[in-house]
């Protein structure tokens, strides 16, 4: 999925396939007596695409959430370009306006227009002029198809709309990195394939993305590896070729069997 000539000037992605932009070492992570995240080990590198998948419970979001230090973790270390997560102030801040999140709910501010929602990061975090802002955000808006409902207010908009928005939002912030957790599971199923055609075109853009997902057709199209995560343990993790034709363990071709058979 290298990034073409024609990929988009709104993008701004330069991929250096091959560099670790994520590391994650010896991650755990605790909810009381609930282990969540044990002992995770893995690396991203920039312009890769993953999708992590798995059974409800297994850690999938919580993972997705530490990475950006929306959890915390209990021991381990998670660094992004070489630097570890800070825990708090102006850096994680900075850590932040760099990695860009998509949530399952939007997470739209309801009382901003469109417009609205996605020049304030650029304006109030990259110091960005409201002019350069919005003419940056109109190329998003285009981009993922919903120039049309730049001066709506979110509750005007489908939820895939919304979501693609939210996708928009994201990419105005310039990231090295987009997280996305879910984030076509609260939409109606007609809405599902406008939301994933613009997680593909990201994907062949090069945008670093890790994706938590139960999208199977994306995983299969999009990823350049499957992380299969069951019980808090990453139990596979392999290309979506192997994975969906040769999974390893009982655990994967058990899920991968009431999965498929939907």
């Keep these: 999925m290298e990034p073409t000539d024609s990929a988009p000037a709104t993008s701004n992605i330069t991929v250096r396939r091959g560099e670790p932009l994520v590391v994650v070492t010896d991650v755990n992570k605790n909810f009381g007596d609930l282990h ?68 399952q709910a939007f997470n739209l501010f309801a009382h901003k227009t469109v417009l609205e929602n996605i020049t304030l990061g650029p304006i109030k975090v990259r110091g960005m002029s409201k002019a350069d802002a919005e003419e940056k955000a109109m190329a998003l808006l285009e981009r993922v198809g919903v120039a049309n409902q730049a001066h709506k207010m979110p509750a005007q908009l489908s ?34 394939n406008e939301v ?40 596979e993790e392999t290309t979506p070729e192997r994975f969906f034709t040769d999974p390893q363990s009982t655990r994967a071709k058990d899920f991968l069997s009431k999965i498929l058979a939907h």
Aim: aromatic share 2%; hydrophobic share 50%; glycine share 10%.
């Design 196 to 235: 994933l055609e613009v997680m593909i075109d990201l994907a062949n853009d090069g945008m670093t993305m890790i994706v938590v997902t139960h999208e199977m057709g994306f995983a299969r199209r999009a990823a350049d590896r499957v992380i299969f995560m069951a019980d808090g343990e990453i139990v």
């Design 36 to 103: 969540v995240l044990k002992n995770i080990n893995t690396v991203v590198t920039r312009g890769e695409v993953v999708v992590v998948i798995g059974p409800s419970g297994s850690g999938k979001s919580t993972l997705c959430r530490a990475i950006n230090r929306l959890e915390t973790i209990d021991s381990g270390s998670i660094t992004i370009d070489g630097m570890e997560l800070p825990a708090e102030g102006r850096a994680l801040a900075q850590l932040r306006a760099d990695v860009g999140m998509v949530f």
């Design 159 to 192: 939820g895939g709309q919304q979501q693609r928005v939210a996708i928009a939002r994201a990419l105005a912030m310039t990231p090295k990195l987009i997280l996305l957790d879910e984030p076509t599971s609260a939409l109606d199923p007609e809405m599902i």
